[in-house]
T-cell receptor
Framework: KQEVTQIPAALSVPEGENLVLNCSFTDSAIYNLQWFRQDPGKGLTSLLLIQSSQREQTSGRLNASLDKSSGRSTLYIAASQPGDSATYLCAVNRSGAGSYQLTFGKGTKLSVIP | GAGVSQSPSNKVTEKGKDVELRCDPISGHTALYWYRQSLGQGLEFLIYFQGNSAPDKSGLPSDRFSAERTGGSVSTLTIQRTQQEDSAVYLC????????????FGQGTRLTVV
């Protein structure tokens, strides 16, 4: 059974700092990994999708990496801003069994202090 | 519409009543997911539809839960004889090509059973 772990559970940083969020998964048989952000009381917003054959993806100040063999992904946020405050979730799309089920971590709650 | 639409956004129901939650996926998306997010918990997979294939129902917590997807588009999640532990945010997502493309989430339905 696929398990996804995100560390730390919560993180508080001053504005302008660069930061890294971590995601690990137990089964490397995945199609892809997706990073989301969730604002309080809202749904999930997709940030980045990395295919299993890729090593990294970039969007603006965000960079996500994937090391499938070691079961790890990181989300790097450059020059953090108060508007980045949210819960960040990673999800893996496991392969096999004919179902493209997404398995989520519990998230990292980020607070960027002005 | 441009995104995944869920209705109602909030639902308060009495214990023992049945409820129906609706999801309108993005047009043309063949895959549709239902997830549940309880207070302080991660996202729990419920059910996955892909085209005309048999749905993956492996996440449904009990036989009080069922879902259907009509015409490969709109989906309805039904909870019969609701219990207080069913209180949660129910999230729907769709994807054009699962295993390859991003999943896009709706804003969710907040269900409160009193």
């Amino acid at each position: 059974k696929q398990e996804v772990t995100q560390i730390p559970a919560a993180l508080s940083v001053p504005e302008g700092e660069n930061l890294v969020l971590n995601c690990s998964f137990t089964d490397s048989a995945i199609y892809n990994l997706q990073w989301f952000r969730q604002d309080p009381g809202k749904g999930l917003t997709s940030l980045l999708l990395i295919q299993s054959s890729q090593r990294e993806q970039t969007s603006g100040r965000l960079n996500a990496s994937l090391d499938k063999s070691s079961g790890r992904s990181t989300l790097y946020i450059a020059a953090s801003q108060p508007g980045d405050s949210a819960t960040y979730l990673c999800a893996v799309n496991r392969s096999g069994a004919g179902s493209y089920q997404l398995t989520f971590g519990k998230g990292t709650k980020l607070s960027v202090i002005p | 519409g441009a995104g995944v639409s869920q209705s109602p956004s909030n639902k308060v129901t009495e214990k023992g009543k049945d409820v129906e939650l609706r999801c309108d996926p993005i047009s043309g998306h063949t895959a549709l997911y239902w997830y549940r997010q309880s207070l302080g918990q991660g996202l729990e997979f419920l059910i996955y539809f892909q085209g005309n294939s048999a749905p993956d129902k492996s996440g449904l917590p009990s036989d009080r839960f069922s879902a259907e997807r009509t015409g490969g588009s709109v989906s309805t999640l039904t909870i019969q004889r609701t219990q207080q532990e069913d209180s949660a945010v129910y999230l729907c997502a769709s994807s054009p090509q699962p295993g390859v493309s991003e999943a896009f989430f709706g804003q969710g339905t907040r269900l409160t059973v009193v």
